[in-house]
T-cell receptor, first 113, second 113 residues
Framework: DVKVTQSSRYLVKRTGEKVFLECVQD?????MFWYRQDPGLGLRLIYF???????EKGDIPEGYSVSREKKERFSLILESASTNQTSMYLC????????????FGPGTRLTVL | AQSVTQPDIHITVSEGASLELRCNYS??????LFWYVQSPGQGLQLLLK??????LVQGIKGFEAEFKRSQSSFNLRKPSVHWSDAAEYFC???????????FGKGTRLHILP
């Protein structure tokens, strides 16, 4: 059974803290993605990665960075968390190509106080 | 630029009734089209996808969707809904030159007993 796991289901942090969200996939997928999901806005792409050590900005990269040191792991970093980063964060992975399915993790609900 | 529109933010149907969720896309070439479902507290799961061939696509959980190029639509249907179908549904289009998927803002389905 294919699996994308995220390190936390719920996370509460304070303004200004550095936050790490971890995502691991066991499908040997080349592509990995980070989205944030907000009511009424759907899914918005933050960053994605085609391969180890490669990253591309998505639609809303401001305030975020990413790291992909190993093929199976893709980390999202909030350098200095702010209240407007309170959201649901979803990680996904896929094989190469825009016709292929993305597999999603269960999400991390982050609250920044 | 590619885009996806889901005109209905909320839809309420009675259990056992038929369902149609609307999706319109904007894309210059033949699109890759997807429907995903997100149950409460979960990540997204693929229901079905279209990338060529028969324009009526069958998916999991008894769902189907029909690609209509003339209307730029990819509507999702189910003949008889069950209470467990209550969820949020996302239409998406493959973005072509890269491996990104563009998601609509979602339609939340409510089921009346």
């Amino acid at each position: 059974d294919v699996k994308v796991t995220q390190s936390s289901r719920y996370l509460v942090k304070r303004t200004g803290e550095k936050v790490f969200l971890e995502c691991v996939q066991d499908m040997d997928h080349e592509n990995m993605f980070w989205y944030r999901q907000d009511p009424g806005l759907g899914l918005r792409l933050i960053y994605f990665s085609y391969d180890v050590k490669m990253k591309e900005k998505g639609d809303i990269p401001e305030g975020y960075s990413v790291s992909r040191e190993k093929k199976e792991r893709f980390s999202l970093i909030l350098e200095s968390a702010s209240t407007n980063q309170t959201s649901m964060y979803l990680c996904a992975s896929s094989l190469p190509g825009s016709s292929v399915e993305q597999f999603f993790g269960p999400g991390t609900r982050l609250t920044v106080l | 630029a590619q885009s996806v529109t889901q005109p209905d933010i909320h839809i309420t149907v009675s259990e056992g009734a038929s369902l149609e969720l609307r999706c319109n896309y904007s894309y210059g070439a033949t699109p890759y089209l997807f429907w995903y479902v997100q149950s409460p507290g979960q990540g997204l799961q693929l229901l079905l996808k279209y990338f060529s061939g028969d324009t009526l696509v069958q998916g999991i959980k008894g769902f189907e969707a029909e690609f209509k190029r003339s209307q730029s639509s990819f509507n999702l249907r189910k003949p008889s809904v069950h209470w467990s179908d209550a969820a949020e549904y996302f239409c998406a289009v493959g973005a072509g030159r890269d491996d990104k998927i563009i998601f609509g803002k979602g339609t939340r389905l409510h089921i009346l007993p």
